[in-house]
T-cell receptor, first 108, second 114 residues
Framework: QKEVEQNSGPLSVPEGAIASLNCTYS??????FFWYRQYSGKSPELIMS????GDKEDGRFTAQLNKASQYVSLLIRDSQPSDSATYLC????????FGTGTRLQVFP | ETGVTQTPRHLVMGMTNKKSLKCEQH?????MYWYKQSAKKPLELMFV???????ENNSVPSRFSPECPNSSHLFLHLHTLQPEDSALYLC?????????????FGQGTRLTVV
């Protein structure tokens, strides 16, 4: 079992819709969880961090964490074409472990 | 400069060459990382330095040799690489010990081995 799993996509959503990105992790000792956005050819950029169960909102982004289910998600409201990128889930278990990323495509 | 800076941004090298990648962080962090990103593969953690001491080495071939002279600088020395080593090499930094620590990345070095 992979330590951090994501659907590679692509996930295609129309402009203005909600994009839902999901991630599962295997180590129950994981303490902190991050979402990074990576545009093609660029380095990952941190967009959200979450440490406790529940929701955390920042602008159009909402991160959701459920430690019992070992599940973390990212919702992007009012998706824009500029949100088209690969979204990487990362879990901190003594060091950061990344998933393969989900490619999001937002079409006009 | 601010953040994490990597040089060079692009590098093409032959299999018999020796080159070095450089990373410098201006965030006051005390841990630095090398990641490798190959096409359609997750980010692979290569090395971790915490307080200038190597704390993790993930079975990386010896043709990759890291060096961390101080908490702000990290190098990756390359020699006799193979074409499959072509990838994006990313440096990151964070603050330890802190289980909630976030990592910030440099722009990466796109390496092509010919």
């Amino acid at each position: 079992q992979k330590e951090v799993e994501q659907n590679s996509g692509p996930l295609s959503v129309p402009e203005g819709a909600i994009a839902s990105l999901n991630c599962t992790y295997s180590d129950r000792g994981s303490q902190s969880f991050f979402w990074y956005r990576q545009y093609s050819g660029k380095s990952p950029e941190l967009i959200m961090s979450i440490y406790s169960n529940g929701d955390k909102e920042d602008g159009r982004f909402t991160a959701q964490l459920n430690k019992a289910s070992q599940y973390v998600s990212l919702l992007i409201r009012d998706s824009q074409p500029s949100d088209s990128a690969t979204y990487l889930c990362a879990v901190n278990v003594r060091r950061l472990i990344f998933g393969t990323g989900t490619r999001l495509q937002v079409f006009p | 400069e601010t953040g994490v800076t990597q040089t060079p941004r692009h590098l093409v090298m032959g299999m018999t060459n020796k080159k070095s990648l450089k990373c410098e962080q201006h965030l006051g962090h005390n841990a630095m990382y090398w990641y490798k990103q190959s096409a359609k593969k997750p980010l692979e953690l290569m090395f971790v330095y915490s307080l200038e001491e190597r704390v993790e080495n993930n079975s990386v071939p010896s043709r990759f040799s890291p060096e961390c002279p101080n908490s702000s600088h990290l190098f990756l020395h390359l020699h006799t690489l193979q074409p499959e080593d072509s990838a994006l090499y990313l440096c990151a930094s964070s603050q330890v010990p802190d289980r909630y620590t976030e990592a910030f990345f440099g722009q990466g070095t796109r390496l092509t081995v010919v």
